[in-house]
């Protein structure tokens, strides 16, 4: 499946547009409470474990929002963004959400 931030796909006609998908993830406690303490050594510098946190937290979100639009058909998803909030009392927990619409390209 072609997934893209773009509106449109380079060479691709689209010629259905099925409906907006997503893909949530939510991230527990100890990432979050982690992270807020580790502010500083973040900016100093990178954080290998914190970094890949978001980033398994994002693929995961961005198949889940691939396997929603496969499940109606869609081969391709455009105009795709990926937004992290923070949730839960105390704001100890993540949530990583794709969105895009889903098309089918020929």
């Keep these: 499946m072609i997934v893209t931030t773009t509106p449109g796909i380079e060479g691709k006609k689209i010629v259905e547009y099925k409906e ?14 982690d992270f807020a303490a580790g ?9 290998g474990s914190y970094e890949g946190e978001l980033i398994k937290a994002r693929e995961k979100a961005l198949q889940e929002m691939k396997r929603r639009g496969n ?4 081969n ?9 909030e923070v949730l839960g009392q105390g704001g100890n927990m993540l949530m990583v959400t794709a969105s895009g619409t889903a098309v089918v390209v020929e």
């Design 76 to 84: 391709a998803i455009v105009g795709v963004d990926i937004d992290y």
């Design 39 to 47: 502010l500083t050594n973040f900016f100093g510098g990178r954080s």
């Design 20 to 33: 907006i998908v997503f893909g949530e993830v939510i991230s527990g406690v100890d990432f979050i409470k």
């Design 71 to 74: 499940a109606i058909g869609a």
